[in-house]
């Protein structure tokens, strides 16, 4: 009935404008299309546009977030090639660090060093270990006589052991002496390293050393 009613004064409004001079109608037409057009945009490309200017908004947020996860990524990248590189470093360090089984071969390599060079050990006694946080230092008093060139060979070989073998606190004084050699006695003292290994097995084995007698005691106390 309304819809009618509105059609019906449509048509009233047509009718009129149909009935005014003909200038006056080529003169309306513009302003009819103007107000056309502007029912247009207000109903139809505003909302529109506030849309797409919605979307364009939510695309630069998704844009500037992809960029974080991005350089999250390689950041990341970069800090697991970092870790990788330092872990190479460590076990390389750890080469050079004997373990418990290795350390008396370590030491008879030296001693076979010295050897090899001419040299005669008077004494090579290994002293108390010092614990460091994840290896210890293991020194050895030494003492040795032979002549310049063996001892220096001595040290140039020392030097190019694959574990790290470091010489000091020398004292050298001349041992003997005649026409065509000097023969040197050398005090000092070799440090090497040793890799402490985890405590936690030999730990627990001591522990369950330790309970084993008072299990025993509960055992004969229960038979009795």
Do not use: C
């Not at 107000?35 to 207000?42: F, I, K, P």
């Not at 505003?46 to 960029?67: C, F, G, M, T, Y």
């Not at 590189?85 to 290795?102: I, N, T």
């Amino acid at each position: 009935m309304a819809l009618d009613l509105g059609l019906d004064k449509l048509q009233g409004q047509l009718d009129k404008f149909a009935k005014l001079p003909k200038p006056y109608r080529i003169a309306a037409i513009p302003l009819i299309a103007m107000l056309v057009l502007g029912g247009y945009a207000w109903l139809f490309y505003q909302p529109a546009r506030v849309e797409l200017q919605a979307a364009q908004a939510k695309e630069r947020d998704l844009e500037r977030k992809v960029s974080e996860v991005r350089a999250i990524v390689a950041n990341l990248a970069a800090f697991e090639q970092e870790i990788a590189d330092l872990e190479q470093e460590l076990k390389q360090a750890l080469r050079q660090l004997p373990d418990s089984k290795e350390l008396p071969g370590l030491l008879t390599d030296v001693s076979s060093l010295g050897k090899d060079a001419g040299l005669e050990f008077t004494a090579f006694r290994p002293q108390d270990e010092i614990s460091r946080d994840f290896y210890a230092e293991v020194p050895i008093e030494i003492e040795f006589s032979g002549d310049y060139h063996d001892i220096a060979r001595f040290f140039d070989k020392v030097s190019k052991l694959p574990r790290i073998v470091n010489v000091s606190e020398l004292n050298m004084e001349i041992a003997s002496q005649d026409a065509e050699t000097t023969r040197l006695r050398v005090k000092g003292e070799a440090t090497t390293f040793r890799f402490i290994e985890h405590q936690t097995a030999p730990a627990a084995a001591a522990a369950g050393n330790a309970r084993k007698p008072a299990n025993a005691a509960a055992a004969r106390g229960g038979k009795s």
